[in-house]
T-cell receptor, first 109, second 113 residues
Framework: GQNIDQPTEMTATEGAIVQINCTYQ??????LFWYQQHAGEAPTFLSYNVLDGLEEKGRFSSFLSRSKGYSYLLLKELQMKDSASYLC??????????WGAGTKLIIKP | ETGVTQTPRHLVMGMTNKKSLKCEQH?????MYWYKQSAKKPLELMFVYSLEERVENNSVPSRFSPECPNSSHLFLHLHTLQPEDSALYLC????????????FGQGTRLTVV
């Protein structure tokens, strides 16, 4: 079966750095996506990785290792507004999006 | 504001009620999706419409009935639901075949009592 694993919840301090991990087992791979979802709001696209390595976009970076079936989302200089759920999703060989259950990130002052 | 609007934002219904969820997009997309998001579970794709034709139905119970009258509007008709159907129902739209570039609505929080 296809599976995406990510931690259910993480807590971090304002101004710090946090890394949210995602591992996947899917039938094929056509890219990995990270979305941010604030409580009661729509998921919004954060990043896309299809090749190995690090993609940086401001305070957020996403890393992919296809051989390990592993990705992480790195958030720097955390702000209170970063409190949200972070969803990992993989596009499989049929171009279907397989979703993780999301990681709820709690930021404390 | 993502360009995808869902109404209502919250809905409480009894198991014998009939209600409908509405989704509207003004992004010029030709594909629309219904997802179910339950607490601590992955998003579940329920229905896909492309160019107003249903192209995918992931074994969703018949108590959920979608309708896509045109490329800008999508409905989800609900009847005789069960308490386990309580969840956040998300609508999304994209260009056909580009589900990964979908824009999501804010969802309808459904509670079945």
């Amino acid at each position: 079966g296809q599976n995406i694993d990510q931690p259910t919840e993480m807590t971090a301090t304002e101004g710090a750095i946090v890394q949210i991990n995602c591992t996947y087992q899917t039938s094929g791979f056509n890219g990995l996506f990270w979305y941010q979802q604030h409580a009661g709001e729509a998921p919004t696209f954060l990043s896309y990785n299809v090749l190995d390595g690090l993609e940086e976009k401001g305070r957020f970076s996403s890393f992919l290792s296809r051989s390990k079936g592993y990705s992480y989302l790195l958030l720097k200089e955390l702000q209170m507004k970063d409190s949200a759920s972070y969803l990992c999703a993989v596009l499989d060989s049929n171009y279907q999006l397989i979703w993780g259950a999301g990681t709820k990130l709690i930021i404390k002052p | 504001e993502t360009g995808v609007t869902q109404t209502p934002r919250h809905l409480v219904m009894g198991m014998t009620n009939k209600k409908s969820l509405k989704c509207e997009q003004h992004l010029g997309h030709n594909a629309m999706y219904w997802y179910k998001q339950s607490a601590k579970k992955p998003l579940e794709l329920m229905f896909v419409y492309s160019l107003e034709e249903r192209v995918e139905n992931n074994s969703v119970p018949s108590r959920f009935s979608p309708e896509c009258p045109n490329s800008s509007h999508l409905f989800l008709h609900l009847h005789t639901l069960q308490p386990e159907d309580s969840a956040l129902y998300l609508c999304a739209s994209s260009q056909p075949g580009q589900v990964f570039e979908a824009f999501f609505g804010q969802g309808t929080r459904l509670t079945v009592v």
